[in-house]
């Protein structure tokens, strides 16, 4: 399992005084209130800071970090992504997961066929979706399917095991 959840990331800075916009990656972007200390991931750096402000505008949390003080010490921080400790995270209801963790989880029917590994999960707000990577699934690759989009929902998903790493399902008629 993953150490961090990512929350956001770092569109531009916001005025003179170190402040940056960020586009929250979470469902719940009340969370940067409720969380102090962060990991900043840019391609060359990590730097560990808390937050020290916030207020939103639109669809974009405006972030004062406690690292940064100034414009010119954020301007470099375009696309960085924000992320927060495991612990630091939302508690889970019984079968809620987070993304990071179903990412590169193998998927398997139930007769224990391969079909292949979660790379993605869409949110489409009636329910979300697993993107499955097919590459070694040897029924999808005659279809010419180079990925399987299954529905979360109970008829489909039959079990998800995060410690082990494999989600098992039940192939509806006409999704491969």
């Known amino acids: 399992m993953e150490q961090f959840l990512r929350i956001g990331v770092i569109t531009t800075s916001h005025g003179l005084k170190g402040e940056v916009k960020v586009y929250p990656t979470t469902d719940s972007p009340e969370r940067f209130k409720e969380v102090r ?5 840019t391609p060359k750096d990590t730097i ?3 937050i020290t402000g916030v207020r939103f505008f639109k669809n974009l949390a405006i972030v004062k970090f406690e690292a940064f003080d100034t414009i010119e010490q954020v301007q470099n921080l375009h696309n960085a992504e924000v992320y927060i400790y495991r612990e630091d995270g939302q ?3 019984e079968g809620e997961y987070y993304i990071a963790d179903l990412i590169g989880c193998r998927v398997v029917t139930e007769d224990g066929k ?3 590994s979660v790379k993605d999960v869409l949110q489409t707000g009636a329910n979300d979706v697993y993107v499955v ?4 699934c040897e029924e999808a690759e005659a279809a010419k399917n180079r990925e399987l989009l299954l529905p979360v929902i109970p008829e489909c998903i039959r079990n998800v ?3 082990n790493g494999e989600i098992t399902v039940f192939l509806m008629p006409g999704l491969i």
């Open 133 to 136: 990577d097919t590459e070694g």
């Open 37 to 41: 200390r962060v990991q900043i991931r």
């Open 114 to 116: 391969y079909l292949g």
């Open 48 to 50: 560990e800071t808390e």
């Open 161 to 163: 095991d995060i410690e």
């Open 91 to 93: 508690k889970l209801e």
